[in-house]
């Protein structure tokens, strides 16, 4: 069985990546955003603890540093509530 690695997840279902660097280039954060219909986006960040935070359009800050998803079930649940219009 392999190992869940949740950031192809992302990317496998529509997800757009940005790596947000700090000053002497370590990486700060990640964000991921989906184009959910025409300029409506919603926003993913994944942070240097491994935890996540996300937002809908519909509903903003959704969840806060939120433990990072260890399978699909997690992940689809999460993207679930961020892919609400």
């Not at 529509?14 to 919603?42: D, M, P, S, V």
């Not at 996300?54 to 679930?80: D, I, M």
């Amino acid at each position: 069985m392999s190992k869940f690695n949740f950031y192809s997840f992302l990317e496998e279902n529509g997800y757009q990546k940005e790596t947000i660097r700090e000053a002497n280039g370590t990486t700060f954060c990640t964000n991921y955003q989906k184009e959910l219909t025409e300029n409506i986006w919603n926003s993913l960040t994944v942070h240097k603890d491994k935890t996540v935070t996300g937002a809908s359009p519909k509903n903003g800050l959704v969840f806060k540093q939120y433990p990072q998803p260890s399978n699909n079930e997690e992940a689809n649940h999460l993207l679930k509530q961020i892919e609400e219009i």
